[in-house]
């Protein structure tokens, strides 16, 4: 297993247009996780799924957000109507029920809206 | 609403020196890890600390969670450049919400040739 990966590492998108960014985690990890990091501030969590389950989410994450995780493996999360406000690093973490708790995280996606 | 707070928030010194980073609250966790991230990558998972005044060593890292659990430290020995990076610190609650993790806003650490 490679760990958990993200797609695209990149994405720039003109204010009003909707994005959609993929989550691999590993294999036999049943949480996954979203955050959201902007500049000078640590990781800010969005949501969370227990398999296909989608447990919480943030009062970060506003109508635009949706987020799924069809069949408790890879995981999307889209922005409709994007705003300039919306440009960060998106991270997904993924971990396991049992061991330490701790986290993988991908590498994220970086988004600039323009 | 437990507030996390990260000290110092930046912290710039040369190879060789020692330091130390701070992660302080006004909860008691279950447990704290801390985590570094390069920059445009995932923080990556150092260490777990759980009982009261613990102390491990990872390398030249040594970690010490205080022991009223409320309060953790990171200290570097003969920092390196490639010791650069963010640190952050993320406590645990125990109950409901032990699943999910709060970052604190973390302290920026170059270290210089």
Known sequence: DTGVSQDPRHKITKRGQNVTFRCDPISEHNRLYWYRQTLGQGPEFLTYFQNEAQLEKSRLLSDRFSAERPKGSFSTLEIQRTEQGDSAMYLCASSSLKGSYGYTFGSGTRLTVV | ?113
């Open chain 2, 1 to 113: 609403t437990q507030l996390l707070e990260q000290s110092p928030q930046f912290l710039s010194i040369q190879e060789g020196e020692n330091l130390t980073v701070y992660c302080n609250s006004s909860s008691v966790f279950s447990s704290l890890q801390w985590y570094r991230q390069e920059p445009g990558e995932g923080p990556v998972l150092l260490v777990t600390v759980v009982t009261g005044g613990e102390v491990k060593k990872l390398k030249r890292l040594t970690f010490q969670f205080g022991d009223a659990r409320k309060d953790s430290s990171l200290h570097i020995t003969a920092a390196q450049p490639g010791d650069t990076g963010l640190y952050l610190c993320a406590p645990q609650n125990s109950g409901g919400s032990n699943y999910k993790l709060t970052f604190g806003k973390g302290t920026l650490l170059t270290v210089n040739p």
